[in-house]
């Protein structure tokens, strides 16, 4: 079975400020990576997945993610944050067998 | 498109009373999933739908637990008899069946407050 860790539970940030999201996964075959943002009140969205190819990924909102197979990591990236990006954001691993898994979620604050 | 529906948005109810949650999947989407969201725990599947049929309920807490999909576009989680401990944020979500690299698109949840 595979399972996720996401290392932060909060990072805070100052606007326009790079920020780094981990994710770490185990898994015994291959998988197909995801990131979701969640917004106060609202339900999980996509962000950007990875399935197979390239390894950089880029997503909705500037974000960004690389899939990296040796280290078995898969981190969010941004450039420069905006207040709007002030959500909890969920890592999550899926494989052939259906069964996606969610890490424990990281909240990310923004502040001026 | 509408997206995934849900309803209630909010349901308070009091221990021993019966709750049930409904979801309204993507038109076209072949599996739903159900997902509960505590603080302690996090996210959780509890069970999931391929073509309304259930695949994988191993999440179900319990026998209090139970889901149905009569049909393509509706679904219901019912919790009977409710506890405090059942004070969650429930989720449905859709996706087309291409796999498990498709999409899950969430509905805005049911926030549940059981006294």
């Known amino acids: 079975a595979q399972s996720v860790t996401q290392l932060d539970s909060q990072v805070p940030v100052f606007e326009e400020a790079p920020v780094e999201l981990r994710c770490n996964y185990s898994?015994?075959?291959?998988?197909?990576l995801f990131w979701y943002v969640q917004y106060p009140n609202q339900g999980l969205q996509l962000l950007l997945k990875y399935l197979s190819g390239s390894t950089l990924v880029k997503g909705i909102n500037g974000f960004e993610a690389e899939f990296n197979k040796s280290q078995t990591s898969f981190h969010l990236r941004k450039p420069s944050v905006h207040i709007s990006d002030t959500a909890e954001y969920f890592c999550?691993?899926?494989?052939?067998?259906?069964?996606?898994?969610f890490g424990a979620g990281t909240r990310l604050t923004v502040k001026p | 498109d509408a997206g995934v529906i849900q309803s209630p948005r909010h349901e308070v109810t009091e221990m021993g009373q019966e709750v049930t949650l409904r979801c309204k999947p993507i038109s076209g989407h072949n599996s739903l999933f159900w997902y509960r969201q505590t603080m302690m725990r996090g996210l959780e599947l509890l069970i999931y739908f391929n073509n309304n049929v259930p695949i994988d309920d191993s999440g179900m807490p319990e026998d209090r637990f139970s889901a149905k999909m009569p049909n393509a576009s509706f679904s219901t989680l019912k919790i009977q008899p409710s506890e405090p401990r059942d004070s969650a944020v429930y989720f449905c979500?859709?996706?087309?069946?291409?796999?498990?690299?498709?999409?899950?698109?969430f509905g805005p949840g049911t926030r549940l407050l059981v006294l």
């Open positions: 979500a859709s996706r087309l069946s291409g796999g498990a690299g498709e999409t899950q698109y």
């Open positions: 999550a691993v899926s494989s052939n067998n259906n069964d996606m898994r």
């Open positions: 898994s015994s075959v291959s998988v197909y």
